[in-house]
């Protein structure tokens, strides 16, 4: 399968897609790659999910100075949070149950690597799987011991 990243700038590129329902132009805010919310209040970056269907959503935490503000997915009267607000790479899976599925990123906070794309996609890409599994045989079942075989 073809992987698809429904993020439409995922360099952030201020000649790219730059506009936003909420808050509108939003280039001011991106250079070098990078999306720094300067701007006082959130910014929602909208995302064309379909309901139902799981997504990914990977991004890197460029630098945070918020206090008390979090990134998230948003979608209906859900939100779904990485495993922390701190500097690094993150990645949230997510079925949204609404169409209004948007990324927030608060005051204070710069992002960079944004990409959105289904979750079957992503998870071939990594290798086909999600995690290892009791039934993913280990490299031992292709060494058969033959007779008078020294290990």
């Given amino acids: 399968m073809q992987r698809i990243n429904l993020w439409l700038n995922p360099k952030f590129d201020p000649t ?15 250079t070098g790659g990078t999306l720094a919310n300067t701007r006082g209040e959130y910014i929602d970056l909208p995302f064309a999910c379909e309901v139902g269907v799981e997504y990914v959503c990977t991004y890197r935490i460029v630098s945070n100075d ?27 899976r997510f079925t949204p149950t609404a169409n209004d599925t948007r990324l ?35 490299r031992a079942h292709r060494s058969v011991r033959r007779a008078g075989d020294v290990r």
Avoid: W
């Fill in 16 to 30: 790219g897609f730059h506009v936003v329902k909420k808050g509108g132009d939003i280039s001011e805010y991106m």
């Fill in 66 to 92: 918020t206090t008390n503000k979090s990134i998230g997915i948003f979608f209906g009267g859900t939100v779904e949070y990485p495993s922390a607000q701190t500097v690094g790479k993150y990645t949230i």
């Fill in 104 to 138: 927030a990123i608060p005051p204070g906070m710069a992002i960079s690597e944004l990409s959105v794309e289904a979750a079957d996609t992503y998870d071939a890409a990594l290798g086909g799987f999600r995690a290892s599994s009791r039934a993913t045989r280990c």
